[in-house]
T-cell receptor, first 115, second 106 residues
Framework: DSGVTQTPKHLITATGQRVTLRCSPR?????VYWYQQSLDQGLQFLIQ???????AKGNILERFSAQQFPDLHSELNLSSLELGDSALYFC??????????????FGPGTRLTVT | AQRVTQPEKLLSVFKGAPVELKCNYS??????LFWYVQYSRQRLQLLLR??SRESIKGFTADLNKGETSFHLKKPFAQEEDSAMYYC????????FGTGTRLQVFP
């Protein structure tokens, strides 16, 4: 157990809907990262937050947004869902936000299915 | 621009055979490279990092700056090594390759 928790575990919803995925980092970790894992695209970095502020952005669609709250948990909001958004969404946390050879600890993921 | 390439989607070997999972990268600065592993139905976890020069579960990886590679090797594969392996590069951000599925048959 990495100490990173994600809810829900599974989510099935319809196209056009909006969902919110939640992540709680390990105790003491300030950085939260979101990744999308799909069969054909592999693991794609979406966005990073550090201590409440956006630190880095990857291949995140405009329909997606995220935030990190004062208690350091993070939410990933996905709107106007499309079939292609079906994927496993991982959250990871680490102690710091900059460069450094430190490990990212991954949560178990949320499996999103858009029908 | 940062890029990580794992050219093999699937690598199948028999138990006891040597394994090499390829990873090539592109980054203009000084790279930090990692291998992550994802066993079936489990979360992604760090296997090893180049800066540590360590051997984990019999796996090693050497950073070759001349060839811009960070291949993962194990001399004798075990069935429990079957998993998805991701090479990752930390430049401005951490990016992952598309992964290689390793299947080790008995």
């Amino acid at each position: 157990d990495s100490g990173v928790t994600q809810t829900p575990k599974h989510l099935i919803t319809a196209t056009g809907q909006r969902v919110t995925l939640r992540c709680s980092p390990r105790s003491g970790d300030l950085s939260v990262y979101w990744y999308q894992q799909s069969l054909d695209q592999g693991l794609q970095f979406l966005i990073q937050y550090y201590n409440g502020e956006e630190r880095a952005k990857g291949n995140i669609l405009e329909r997606f947004s995220a935030q990190q709250f004062p208690d350091l948990h993070s939410e990933l909001n996905l709107s106007s869902l499309e079939l292609g958004d079906s994927a496993l969404y991982f959250c990871a946390s680490s102690p710091r936000g900059g460069r450094g050879s430190y490990e990212q600890y991954f949560g178990p993921g949320t499996r999103l299915t858009v029908t | 621009a940062q890029r990580v390439t794992q050219p093999e989607k699937l690598l199948s070997v028999f138990k006891g055979a040597p394994v090499e999972l390829k990873c090539n990268y592109s980054y203009s600065g000084s790279p930090e490279l990692f291998w992550y592993v994802q066993y079936s139905r489990q979360r992604l976890q760090l296997l090893l990092r180049h800066i540590s020069r360590e051997s984990i579960k019999g796996f090693t990886a050497d950073l070759n700056k001349g060839e811009t590679s960070f291949h993962l090797k194990k001399p004798f594969a075990q069935e429990e090594d079957s998993a998805m392996y991701y090479c990752a590069l930390r430049g401005d951000k951490l990016i992952f390759g598309t992964g290689t599925r390793l299947q080790v048959f008995p």
